[in-house]
């Protein structure tokens, strides 16, 4: 019979390349998680370099642009002291008609050892860790609407830090589930790590039906959604993905099921509350809620710099 | 009585934050000088690296662009050993429409050590101040037409170099002071460290009334202008922040108040020319004296990098 | 008798800029290329990075953009430890109507180690070099149609890697050589170093008729072109920089000057493939040809770095 290996794992089963939680073991994922919490000392202490990327090469492929997602990884590698180099990919050679393939062989004949790939196209970064030379490694930053690893890790970091356990929890993710490879991301994790409860919540254009097959308790009714809830993760309602009439106008989105202080009653007392960022205040969150005692939005800004110097550290040190 | 503290200094009154020359002691201003002075040494030297700020995160957010003044203060950071990350305000979160202040505090989650501001509001970085978090520090790049302070100490430090003593001086600022706002810093900096006589020459439109009231001399004549001065600070025209018919042609500009040989005899002879660059050649100044005997327009320059490590280093070692 | 000295060279005719490789002696070229092999071991272990530039700054100014080429360069300083300051000439001051001159007198006084210059205008490197301070060394990075040395060398190092000896070698360039600033830095190279067969092939609008003058044979005819050669370089066919009806199509030009399997058949049967990137497959070359066994076009692109870093610190090491 033949398996088709997980592109993500050299044949000791050790993470080489970050392309989707999806096809993770809990293990792996406790692993990164249990290393990022390593690193987060090393962001409190004075000096917060370490330098175990010392020498190394990370290249910021970065076909869409993201200035915020880029800056986070241009500082994880840097705090790793890696060289980074930014690629203005739009003005590049692909812009000269050369393909992806062959821009990622020159690069990696460059000798870099580090892609960090977002794209609009979904898979470009499985298409890149098939075809890059065997020292190279992809960390996928979001590719369309498929996967935003990374993100996903951040919030199940948070997640443990808040909540210690996984396995008595009800996660509520509200608003435009469909366009959002975050959701997606997060549900992957969830799932892996064994929560029993994973609420997909918003209007019936925004909340894919098949989420149901993946075990996910589909709620088209905010307070259903949020009532009793341990995890409340907002997304950022992106209205440049919108097409046309699926969407109410921001302030209908925002009646229904924007985060208000009112609505949040329904969720436990401890219950705490996440978000992507940017966000959009006043459309798919309060500005009391948001800057509120249960937010912990900020805090994930923090853990995903720990995160990403976890992920990138232990690929680095994994060899195909 | 409520007595509103200088943000720019923590409760021992030292500088954790650079806004403005307007309200520093002078012993602070020569503490700085001071400093830069170390550094100069360090920048003739073969390896010009200290290690100041290593493992420190520098952010440069230009929210206006300005290549020259972004590439000082990178310089300077690495120097410092710090590391640098250039922000492209402009394509960023704040295009998706994030306030100012959620970017901040999104950036100084990501632990950022220090921000550095260029905006067109005047203000924007004692907003910033206000509002970041304790460890991070802030400088003032140039906001609107208030303050560009580490101009000014720089050419405090250039008059100080080649004057050595402030108390018995006459320094003629001369061109669009209306606009400038390294004119308003000079200002603020040359009546902290005590010089007697500061001179504002230019045209009627160019040069604000309200300047005799912090004890400027108003010249509208070009010759008595620079009588008998000791420094004479040329200002860049700034076509592009001119509305419609305020001015003379760039020509008639030149002929009245553009710097040449024949007016600058009308100076000390052991007088200094200034200008905080990019000079328009023929238009306030001639090229003869830009490139004359009498010129330390370059030495600025390298002033500049010195006077920029200085101010960086010291707020970083103070404390909120 | 007046000398006019090589503006590359000291007195002792030590190299202390890289303009062009006209007129640089045979043991420079040598001593670059074996210079460039100690570092190629480099790149092939764990920790790239050596300290030879710790401490100075490397200003890449691309007037032309280039994000191919400057990445190279960005990654060669990188891995001599240099600081790495990437100005946008574009949005600079240079758009504020300051004199190229004046901008480099302003990033001298920066205390700049070494400018890397891509222009459009042939000769601006040569301007630079001729005015900027002593201290500072000027790198070619391809300057109008004139000259891309760094590319000659890097080319220069791979024949020599698998040919070893260039005294008894048949070397043909194919493609748009009158628009190539490659094709004129290879031939000077080739001439340099002893090789006694160069072949300019293409179109007769696009091979100068005085390569004759320079010793290099002109083919008209590709068969005669490549026959019995044993290096094949293939040049870009830029469209960007033809002018009107001066070119067949790309189908025409593929059919008759495009390296295919068939055609390579006619060359040594040791001839190795390069080709200075990005590759348009299917229009100067096959992509069976790109991606074949004689192919070295990828181990151009490692070479390149390493050539790079040793132009990088041996021009370093020599004063003015």
Known sequence: MFVRRNPQLNRNDELIHLLSIEGLPASIVHH?????????????????KVPLLRGKSVFNLFFENSTRTRTTFEIAAKRLSADVINLDIARSSTAKGESLLDTIANL??????????????????????????????????????????????????????????????????VGDIVHSRVARSDIHALTTLGVPEIRAVGPKTLVPGDLKEMGVRVCHDMAEGIRGADVIIMLRLQNERMGGAMLPSAGEFFKTFGL????????????????????????????????????????????????????????????A
């Open 32 to 48: 990164i998680l249990d290393t990022a919490g390593t690193f987060l000392s090393v962001n409190d202490r004075e000096v917060k």
């Open 108 to 173: 990696s004949a460059m000798h870099a050892d580090m892609f960090v790939v977002r794209h609009s196209e979904s898979g470009a970064p499985y298409l890149i860790a098939r075809h890059c030379a065997p020292h190279v490694h992809v960390v996928n930053a979001g590719d369309g609407g498929h996967s935003h690893p990374t993100q996903g890790l951040l919030d199940m970091y948070t997640i443990r830090h808040y909540k210690r356990d996984f396995h008595e929890l009800t996660v509520a993710i």
């Open 260 to 319: 208000t202080a009112e609505k949040l009653a329904l969720a436990r007392p401890d219950a705490i509350v996440m978000h992507p960022g940017p966000i959009n205040r006043g459309v798919e969150i309060d500005s009391s809620v948001a800057d509120g005692k249960q937010s912990v939005i900020l805090p994930q800004v923090t853990f995903g710099i720990a995160v990403r110097m976890a992920v990138m550290s232990i690929i680095a040190g994994n060899s």
